[in-house]
C-alpha cells in the first residue's frame, strides 16, 4: 500500500533522510519511531505530499506521489501533529469544505460526515462552534474529516498529545478499524505503549536511517524483552554509541 524505494530527503548540505526502502502492506497499522530529529515528520510529510523527496520514489496504492501528485493525495488522509481547525466553523460545516476540497458530493459529504461524527461521538454537538470543543473533541473532528473521502491510507503524525485516557482509548480503536477493513494506518508517535498496544509492525528511525523493523512480537523476543521502550532504547542507545565510536575514530 505504501512503497518508498530508496527514498533521500536532503536540505542545502543537511542530509535529513538517508535512502529509505520500506513497504507498509494493506490490513496494518505501522508505527514510525525515532527520537526528535531522526526524520520522521520529514518522512510523513513526503508521504502526504508536502514535501518532494531529493531522490528516489514513493508510490501511495501503486500511485506514484510525484508523477501523479492529485492522484495519489485522493488516496491520503492525514493527521499533522498541528491539525488546523477552522474555529467559527461547525463540524458539519468543516466536514463540507473538506468534502469540497476532494470534489465529493455534496449529499455523499453529509451522509458520511455524520456516519463518521456519530461514530466519534460528536454527532449531538454537530451543530455547535468548533471553538466550544474541548481538545479531545477537535482531536476526533480531524479523525472524521481525514476519513471523510475513504482513503486508502491514514497517516497520523503524534495523535495522542493532549488527550485523556478515554480520548486516547477511542483514537485506538479507531486505528484498529481502518486497518481492520483493509487500509492502512501509517503512525509516528513517541507514545511506545500506544505503538506497542496497536501497531503490527514498526519501523525505528535514527539520524536519517531505518536502525530496525519489524513485527513488534518479533523485536520484543529478539531482544529478550516484554516492553517496547526497553527495546527502543537499547537499539537507540546502541546506534548513539556505534556513532560516538566512529567519530573518534
Known sequence: MIRLEAVEKRYGSFQALQP??????????????GPNGAGKTTTIRMLA?????????????GID????????????????????LYDKLTAREFLQFVGGIYGMDPART??????????????????????????????????SAALLHEPRVLIVDEPMVGLDPHGARRIKE??????????TVFLSTHSLDTAQEVCDRVGILYKGRLVALGAVDELLSGHDSTDLEQVFMQITEEEAGAARAGGAQ
Not at 514535501?51 to 496504492?61: A, E, M, N, Q, Y
Not at 506521489?65 to 488546523?84: A, F, L, N, Q, T
Not at 479507531?174 to 487500509?183: K, M, N, T
Open 20 to 33: 529509505l526502502d520500506l513497504h507498509v502492506h494493506a490490513g496494518e497499522v505501522f508505527g514510525f519511531l
Open 174 to 183: 479507531r486505528f484498529r478499524e481502518v486497518a481492520d477493513s483493509g487500509r
Open 65 to 84: 506521489i510525484v508523477e501523479e501528485p492529485v492522484e495519489s493525495k485522493r488516496r491520503v488522509g492525514y493527521i499533522p501533529d498541528r491539525p488546523y
Open 110 to 143: 453529509a451522509e458520511r460526515g455524520d456516519m463518521l461524527l456519530a461514530d466519534n461521538d460528536l454527532l449531538v454537538r454537530a451543530d455547535e462552534l468548533i471553538e466550544a470543543y474541548s481538545h479531545g473533541m477537535k482531536q476526533r473532528l480531524v479523525l
Open 49 to 61: 505530499g508536502v514535501l518532494t523527496p531529493t531522490s528516489g520514489r514513493i508510490l501511495i496504492d
